[in-house]
C-alpha cells in the first residue's frame, strides 16, 4: 500500500501480515504499550472483531477514498459486518454532530474519546503476536485500566520466569472473512476422526491437497500412494494420528516421511504425543534438511468440522508463518510455543485438565442420580454457575438429548492422562488428580 498522511480518528483500511485488508480506526493505544522502533506506526482499532494492532503507515489507506476497491477484492461474513459497522459508525457519528451525544458501537467510543482512548472491552487473554503486532482480548471489567496492568504484569512474570515466548499467540481467524490460500502444495496424511474434517476445511478455502489414506470425504484432493510420495510431491505436508506410536511408524515405516524428505521440504505433525517423540520425529527430518514442525490440536471432531480448532505449534517459526492460510482455514486461533517439545507438554497438560474435568462432571452425574437428584438440574446448575463453559454446555446437551455419540475417543482421552502422567513423572511433579482420573478411564476401558 502507499504512504499516505494520517491522523487520529481517522477511518482506515489496515493490512496486517498476510491477512487482507480491514476497516478500523486509529486511536492512541494504552501507555503501557510500547511504541514499535523503526519506521512510522499508527495503533489502529478493527471495526467488528475488537482488535486492535500496531500498523504500519505504508500499510493504511484512507477508508472512504479506498472503499469500493476493497469490498469488491475481499469478501466474507465476518467482512461484510465490519463494513457495516464503519458504516453505523459514521451515522452515528453525523449524529452526534446534531445532538452532541456519544454513541459507543462495537466496543469503540464514538464521541470526542474515540480519537484519542483506548478502550479495552473484549474477553479474553491478552496475546502478543511480535514486538510489532500488540493484538489484545481482554475480559470486560468495570476496571480496564487495573485489569489490563494486572494482566501485563503477570505476563511479564511469567516471560521471565520460563524464559519463553510460549504466551505469543496468532488469532489465526482474526481476519479470516476472507482466507487467500497459499500458492504452496499441501499434503495431509491419516484421515480418522479429526482429519477429515481438517482436510475439507483446507479443500473448501481453495488449497491444493494431496492426501494418503483417503476416502470418499477427500473429493476434490489430489490421492498419494504412500506416505513418501505425498511428501515427495508437497511443499508442506501435516499429518494427524492417533498416539505416538502411529506418529513414529509413519515417518520412519516403509515408504514411510522420512524417505520422501530432502531439503526445503516441510513436515508438520497435529498429533497429540509425548515431547521425546516429537523430538526424535524433528532430529531426523531436520537432520535430511527438512524442516518440522509440531502442531497438535486442540477439539473435538464437531470444532474438526467447522474448523474451530485451537492449534499449538512449536519449532519452525519459518514454518508457522508459511502455514498461516492452512490454520486460518482450520483453527480459531494458533499458539506459537517456542522450541520442538513444548507444544506436546502443553497439549497433554490441557488434555490432562479436560479429561480429569469430564470425569468429575460424570461422577456428579451419578451421584445425583444415586441420590434421588435430577441429572438435569444438576447440569443447569453448574451451566448457569461459575463452571459454565462450551465445553460443559455441549456435553450438557448431550446428555440431556440421551445423545451419547462420541466426539473423543475414550482410548485417545486415556492415552493423553497417561502421557500427561509421566510428564509430571520426568519431573517429580505430583498429579494426583490426573491419576485419579486415568483409573476411571482405564477402568471404562476394560467394561468396553
Known amino acids: 500500500m502507499a504512504p499516505v498522511s494520517l491522523q487520529l480518528g481517522d477511518l482506515v483500511w489496515g493490512q496486517l501480515g498476510q491477512y487482507p485488508p480491514w476497516p478500523g480506526k486509529i486511536i492512541n493505544p494504552p501507555e503501557e504499550l510500547e511504541k514499535p522502533r523503526g519506521k512510522k506506526w499508527y495503533f489502529v482499532k478493527f471495526f467488528g472483531m475488537e482488535d486492535h494492532a500496531w500498523i504500519e503507515l505504508e500499510q493504511l489507506k484512507p477508508y472512504q477514498a479506498h472503499k469500493e476497491e476493497m469490498i469488491k477484492k475481499t469478501k466474507g461474513k465476518l467482512f461484510q459486518r465490519a463494513v457495516e459497522a464503519v458504516e453505523e459508525f459514521l451515522g452515528t457519528d453525523k449524529g452526534k454532530e ?19 482512548e483506548w478502550q479495552p472491552t473484549a474477553s479474553g487473554p491478552l496475546k502478543d503476536i511480535d514486538p510489532h503486532f500488540h493484538h489484545f482480548l481482554l475480559s470486560q471489567t468495570g476496571k480496564p485500566d487495573t485489569y489490563y496492568q494486572t494482566i501485563t504484569k503477570k505476563l511479564k512474570i511469567c516471560e521471565e520466569d520460563t524464559g519463553s515466548n510460549s504466551i505469543q499467540a496468532a488469532d489465526s481467524t482474526a481476519m479470516n472473512g476472507s482466507i487467500t490460500p497459499t500458492n504452496k502444495k499441501i499434503g495431509f496424511l491419516g484421515l480418522g476422526l479429526m482429519g477429515s474434517g ?24 489430489y490421492l498419494g500412494r504412500t506416505p513418501a510420495e505425498v511428501v515427495s510431491a508437497c511443499d508442506i505436508t501435516f499429518a494427524c494420528v492417533p498416539d505416538p506410536k502411529a506418529a513414529k511408524d509413519l515417518v520412519l515405516g516403509p515408504s514411510g516421511v522420512l524417505q520422501g524428505i530432502r531439503p526445503g521440504k516441510c513436515y508438520v505433525d497435529l498429533s497429540t504425543m509425548d515431547a521425546d517423540t516429537v523430538t526424535e520425529l524433528a532430529q531426523v527430518i531436520v537432520s535430511r534438511g527438512g524442516r518440522f514442525l509440531e502442531a497438535p490440536v486442540s477439539g473435538n471432531q464437531q470444532q474438526s468440522n467447522d474448523g474451530m480448532l485451537v492449534i499449538l505449534a512449536a519449532g519452525d517459526r519459518d514454518l508457522y508463518e508459511d502455514c498461516s492460510s492452512c490454520f486460518q482455514a482450520i483453527g480459531k486461533t494458533s499458539f506459537f510455543l517456542g522450541e520442538v517439545g513444548n507444544a506436546a507438554k502443553m497439549m497433554l497438560i490441557v488434555n490432562m485438565v479436560q479429561g480429569s474435568f469430564m470425569a468429575t462432571i460424570a461422577e456428579g452425574l ?18 448457569q454457575g461459575q463452571l459454565a463453559s462450551i ?58
Not at 202 to 209: D, E, M, P, S, Y
Not at 366 to 383: H, M, P, R
Not at 408 to 425: S, T
Open 98 to 116: 446534531k445532538d452532541s451525544e456519544s454513541t459507543t458501537m462495537n466496543g469503540m467510543t464514538a464521541g470526542p474519546m474515540a480519537a484519542s
Open 198 to 221: 481438517i482436510i475439507s476445511n483446507l479443500l473448501k478455502t481453495g488449497h491444493v491437497v494431496t492426501v494418503w489414506n483417503g476416502t470418499a470425504v477427500t473429493e476434490g484432493a
Open 366 to 383: 451419578t451421584l445425583a442420580q444415586e441420590t434421588g437428584q435430577s441429572q438435569k438440574t444438576f447440569l443447569d446448575i453448574l451451566n
Open 391 to 448: 465445553y460443559l454446555d455441549k456435553k450438557y446437551q448431550n446428555i440431556v438429548q440421551g445423545n451419547v455419540e462420541p466426539d473423543f475417543y475414550l482410548k485417545y482421552i486415556q492415552k493423553d492422562l497417561r502421557l500427561a502422567i509421566a510428564l509430571g513423572n520426568a519431573v517429580n511433579h505430583p498429579t494426583p488428580m490426573a491419576a485419579a482420573a486415568n483409573e476411571v478411564y482405564k477402568r471404562a476401558k476394560a467394561l468396553d
